[in-house]
């Protein structure tokens, strides 16, 4: 193939098109302002400090200034041109030289670097402007000089030597245009991203910004002034780490041959239920926040779910996993431009699942044993069933006779006068709750039992007591308890039953009664078996409704 020919197969992209397109690469404004951070780091920065200013005309800035090495002209020359050079240190949290690029474009269409390496030296300075690549139609950087501005923000963000990053034309900086530009509305967007923005580089950057974390050099970040306090997922403070010793390390083999080592543990928060208002707020416990949080080189590029290993369940919410590796493993996790994207070979998924799958059932298990703690600690109200019981005209035994010590009702029922029974006998009952109510003392694995009770110590009304230690209980009454008609139902069918067990029942026929309702319990026992037990947020819708119905 001749020269020329050769010169012919050179198709350089359209400059406008690809610009442009490059803004879409998948960046949020959390995302892209922490791939500048990045940046910051792996120039050797001790501080990065980060402004978000709204004019009065509604212009957006977004400014992160950091006290690193620094550039000299040249090197800034390069770090601007997409598809930077490789930087020297390999563990650097940069990796394809487009993070700069790609993030800075995805929120404005103009975004400038200015830079010195030292006090003495002359401030450097060039932008993109995609309005001006696009009018011109090529790929050319703008050299704009240095304005009062750009001195100020540098000596407050960067201080002597360092890099400054301005975004500005910052059009997809918030999801809409507001008819008052610079107004309320638009200040209290700008507001919202802010503080999303500190809780996301809380997390991303948690092993750097904290200081008692030896695992990373430490850095401060600021934004609009104030410090970003690290956010550390695992809550160690409160929480257990799991995993024996032989289990935290994952050896891996990547294209080369070569094997290289990947950090594991898996960590076991407490129930919310144990914390105070102030450690829940720490500990953040969600259904979407267990799972996987994993680190490259120490920075978090992907936290929360199970990156399709498990469903996300709310009884395994209690554990998070760490998941750390170096950039060695990059290429067999398939880091995406943004770093915020991770890929387990099949093989890997299932030695992970084998480690991790009894933990995650240890943390289910704590999880239910709370949940099922708190229910049983949950009152349900029946106010409204122990009415209605109390003003029909239903047909039962009537009780002639109690003895408490030895719990027997004498009764006159449909076969005749004078039956004694051996159920439950209750005095001083509240009248609330004389015909239906919920217990925790039964210890037969019974659904139900009959009893007779009283608001003092005559006068005996037919009863059910409901066991609140039943799955049923546990996983159907508690998801219907802010549903008054569902919970009167079911008041009414157990009752139901109680009193014709007590109006058809004599010594005889009480253990096919009893053999009866132990069938019916261990068949619901069975049949729930598979259904999660009722969740907090259950618990707590049920709570209004109950306070509503008490009224």
Same mark, same amino acid.
């Given at each position: 193939m001749s020269h020329a020919e050769a010169q012919d197969l050179t198709n350089l992209p359209d400059p406008s098109r690809l610009i442009y397109g490059l803004r879409d690469t998948g960046y949020d404004f959390n995302?892209?302002?922490?791939?500048?951070?990045?940046?910051?780091?792996?120039?050797?920065?001790?501080?990065?400090?980060?402004?978000?200013?709204?004019?009065?005309?509604?212009?957006?800035?977004?400014?992160?200034?950091?006290?690193?090495?620094?550039?000299?002209?040249?090197?800034?020359?390069?770090?601007?041109?997409?598809?930077?050079?490789?930087?020297?240190?390999?563990?650097?949290?940069?990796?394809?030289?487009?993070?700069?690029?790609?993030?800075?474009?995805?929120?404005?269409?103009?975004?400038?670097?200015i830079t010195r390496k030292d006090a003495s030296a002359p401030l450097e300075k060039l932008a993109w402007d995609l309005e001006h690549v696009e009018l011109e139609n090529k790929w050319e950087m703008l050299k704009e000089p240095i304005?009062?501005?750009?001195?100020?923000?540098?000596?407050?963000?960067?201080?002597?030597?360092?890099?400054?990053?301005?975004?500005?034309?910052?059009?997809?900086?918030l999801d809409k245009d507001y008819e008052e530009a610079g107004g309320t509305k638009e200040k209290n967007a700008i507001r919202t991203r802010v503080n999303k923005l500190r809780d996301h580089l809380a997390l991303v950057f948690h092993r750097f910004i904290d200081p008692t974390d030896k695992r990373e050099r430490n850095v401060s970040i600021t934004l609009d002034g104030t410090a970003v306090q690290a956010w550390n997922p695992f809550y160690p403070e409160k929480s257990e780490q799991v995993l024996p010793p032989h289990a935290r390390a994952l050896k891996i083999q990547v294209e080369d041959g070569s094997v290289h080592e990947a950090k594991l543990a898996a960590w076991i928060l407490p129930h919310r239920k144990t914390l105070t208002d102030e450690e829940n707020k720490i500990?953040?416990?969600?259904?979407?926040?267990?799972?996987?949080?994993?680190?490259?080189?120490?920075?978090?590029?992907?936290?929360?779910?199970?990156?399709?290993?498990?469903?996300?369940?709310?009884?395994?919410?209690?554990?998070?996993?760490?998941?750390?590796?170096?950039?060695?493993?990059?290429?067999?996790?398939?880091?995406d431009v943004k770093k915020s994207k991770v890929l387990f070979d099949p093989a890997l998924e299932e030695v992970l699942d084998k480690i991790l799958t009894p933990f995650r059932n240890e943390a289910n298990n704590r999880y239910r044993r709370k949940e099922r703690t708190i229910a049983a600690e949950t009152v349900i109200n029946h106010q409204s069933a122990n009415k209605t019981i109390a003003a029909s005209n239903t047909q039962t035994a009537s009780v002639s006779a109690v003895d408490i010590a030895t719990q027997t009702a004498t009764v006159n029922n449909?076969?005749?006068?004078?039956?004694?029974?051996?159920?439950?006998?209750?005095?001083?009952?509240?009248?609330?709750?004389?015909?239906?109510?919920?217990v925790d003392d039964m210890?037969?694995? *019974? /659904? !139900?039992?009959? $009893?007779?009770?009283?608001? +003092?110590? @005559?006068?005996?009304?037919?009863?059910?007591?409901?066991?609140?230690?039943?799955?049923?209980?546990?996983k159907v009454y508690l998801r219907a308890g802010?549903?008054?008609?569902?919970?009167?139902?079911?008041?009414? *069918? /157990? !009752?139901?039953? $109680?009193?014709?067990?007590? +109006?058809? @029942?004599?010594?005889?026929?009480?253990?096919?009664?009893?053999?009866?309702?132990?069938?019916?319990s261990s068949n619901l026992r069975k049949l729930l078996r598979d259904t999660p037990a009722a969740s907090e947020d259950d618990i707590e819708e049920l709570l209004p409704a109950q306070a509503g119905a008490e009224q």
């Open positions: 995302t892209a302002a922490a791939d500048i951070v990045d940046n910051s780091i792996a120039a050797g920065a001790t501080e990065v400090n980060i402004r978000v200013t709204l004019e009065k005309d509604g212009r957006k800035f977004v400014y992160f200034g950091d006290n690193g090495s620094g550039m000299s002209s040249s090197e800034l020359f390069h770090a601007m041109r997409y598809g930077a050079p490789k930087r020297q240190n390999l563990k650097s949290l940069g990796k394809f030289g487009l993070g700069l690029k790609t993030a800075s474009s995805s929120i404005g269409k103009k975004f400038t670097i304005t009062p501005t750009d001195d100020f923000y540098f000596s407050e963000l960067c201080g002597d030597k360092g890099t400054l990053v301005i975004w500005s034309k910052c059009d997809r900086l500990a953040k416990i969600s259904n979407r926040a267990q799972g996987f949080y994993v680190y490259r080189e120490g920075r978090v590029i992907h936290w929360g779910g199970w990156l399709g290993l498990f469903d996300l369940e709310p009884h395994f919410s209690l554990i998070r996993v760490e998941f750390d590796f170096d950039h060695l493993l990059d290429e067999a996790f398939k880091i449909r076969l005749g006068q004078g039956i004694k029974l051996h159920i439950p006998v209750e005095n001083n009952v509240n009248v609330k709750s004389i015909y239906v109510e919920t210890t037969s694995g *019974l /659904l !139900w039992e009959p $009893a007779v009770r009283s608001p +003092n110590q @005559s006068g005996h009304h037919v009863s059910v007591r409901i066991n609140k230690h039943h799955d049923f209980f546990q802010s549903q008054g008609y569902t919970v009167d139902g079911i008041d009414y *069918l /157990l !009752w139901a039953f $109680a009193a014709a067990e007590i +109006n058809n @029942s004599n010594p005889e026929l009480a253990a096919v009664f009893e053999d009866l309702r132990d069938e019916i």
